[in-house]
């Protein structure tokens, strides 16, 4: 499953992906998170060591979380803030830590949280506003690796038609 | 010289990290006169006094744990109120993180220094360093041993001003770790460690394996 979620308020951008999606035959999920209550992330880590898998944080993200773990690939859209996505698509991923466990093993040359589902989709960001395009595709890398997936890529709004592509 | 410091982690101050590694860094960073006033992202009630220390001074500390290779949503949400300055003000960083190696943060420092930028500031170096997640499980004599080498980070940031030094660029430690050393880290983190693990998650009052899954 292609679960694609929309953190900004605006719908346009998720119209205008399922269309192009419709138009390639690639079926996705989207969820509207642009009104939904999701918190940050409060570093609490009970998430993996007091309720494991489960965040202490309750609001609408669970139902996300939910859908993740069974998601092939991730795509999150966000307004840009700072060079970056902003605080709604950071705490987008900040909270996806229940997908990790305590546990550590060495990946390669770097330690890594030992995964708690079988599998974790690939990563994709399509952003709307400015942004370092370069920066951006540097920490999708980064979160894959953490995630023991691969990174689709960081696309401004202004390729969709690209992002899709990717899917 | 003044320094504003900003803990920028979401957690609350008496289980922050950053704040005890902030503990260390100050004893050092005052040992010479050098003053400072700290902040807490984490209190949202210290939001309108974070913003006017911010546009008032002209050397700025922020303290950072890195959250999925960047800074925390909170403290983005935080930075996101402020206006860029463009005044000469310097902004510079502590970076930590719970992996140990120095690999680990370069992600979320090639950020701070983009950050900088956005915010109109000179940027002033980051003192990058992770193995810092136990620090509030320790007991009191572990958490001294682990966080008393800021204090001499404190001496060099009042000594030169910035985190731009060699012994600042040292104070990371190796980037990764060879293979002996992996090798044996890596035993100690699939037993030694899983049982230290499983005390602090009994402690907390967890009843569950930590490899449970909640969703099907």
Not at chain 1, 135 to 141: A, I, K
Not at chain 2, 50 to 71: C, D, F, G, Q, S
Not at chain 2, 104 to 112: D, F, N, P, S
Request: aromatic fraction near 10%; include cysteine; charged fraction near 25%.
């Amino acid at each position: 499953m292609i679960l694609v979620v929309n953190t900004t308020a605006d719908t346009s951008v998720s119209e205008e992906v399922k269309k192009l999606a419709a138009e390639e035959n690639k079926d996705i999920k989207l969820i509207e998170a642009g009104n939904k209550k999701i918190g940050n992330c409060i570093g609490c880590n009970y998430c993996w060591l007091k309720t494991p898998g489960e965040c202490a944080v309750k609001d609408d993200y669970e139902e996300i979380l939910k859908e993740i773990i069974h998601a092939k690939e991730l795509w999150v859209i966000s307004d840009t803030a700072l060079g970056f996505i902003n605080h709604k698509g950071k705490n987008f991923f900040d909270r996806i830590l229940p997908i990790a466990t305590m546990y550590l093993k060495f990946k390669g040359k770097e330690m890594r949280h030992v995964a708690r589902y079988k599998s974790s989709p690939d990563v994709g960001i399509i952003y709307r506003g400015e942004a370092d395009k370069a920066y951006l595709n540097r920490w999708t890398e980064r979160c894959a690796i953490n995630f023991e997936s691969k990174s689709l890529g960081a696309y401004s709004t202004e390729n969709i038609k690209e992002a899709v592509a990717c899917m | 010289m003044h320094v504003v410091i900003i803990n920028g982690s979401p957690r609350v101050k008496e289980f922050s990290n950053t704040d005890k590694i902030l503990a260390k860094f100050t004893e050092g960073l005052t040992e010479n006169g050098t003053t400072f006033e700290q902040y807490e992202v984490s209190d949202r009630k210290q939001w309108d006094a974070i913003r006017t220390a911010y546009n008032t001074n002209k050397n700025i500390l922020m303290a950072i744990p890195l959250y999925v290779e960047n800074i925390p949503g909170l403290l983005l949400e935080f930075l996101e109120t402020l206006t860029p300055k463009n005044d000469g003000t310097q902004l510079s960083f502590i970076l930590q993180g719970g992996f140990a190696e120095g690999s680990q943060l370069r992600c979320g420092e090639a950020y701070l220094e983009i950050l900088a930028k956005e915010l109109g500031c000179e940027y002033g170096g980051t003192l990058a360093k992770g193995d810092n997640f136990s620090i509030r499980f320790f007991g009191e004599q572990t958490r001294e041993r682990v966080t008393s080498p800021y204090k001499e980070m404190g001496r060099e940031f009042a000594a030169q001003g910035n985190f731009k030094s060699e012994a600042c660029r040292k104070f990371t430690g190796p980037e990764t770790f060879p293979l002996k050393i992996r090798i044996l880290v890596g035993a100690m983190f699939a037993t030694v460690a899983r049982k230290s693990f499983k005390k602090i998650a009994a402690g907390l009052g967890c009843t569950k394996s930590l490899k449970y899954r909640p969703y099907k």
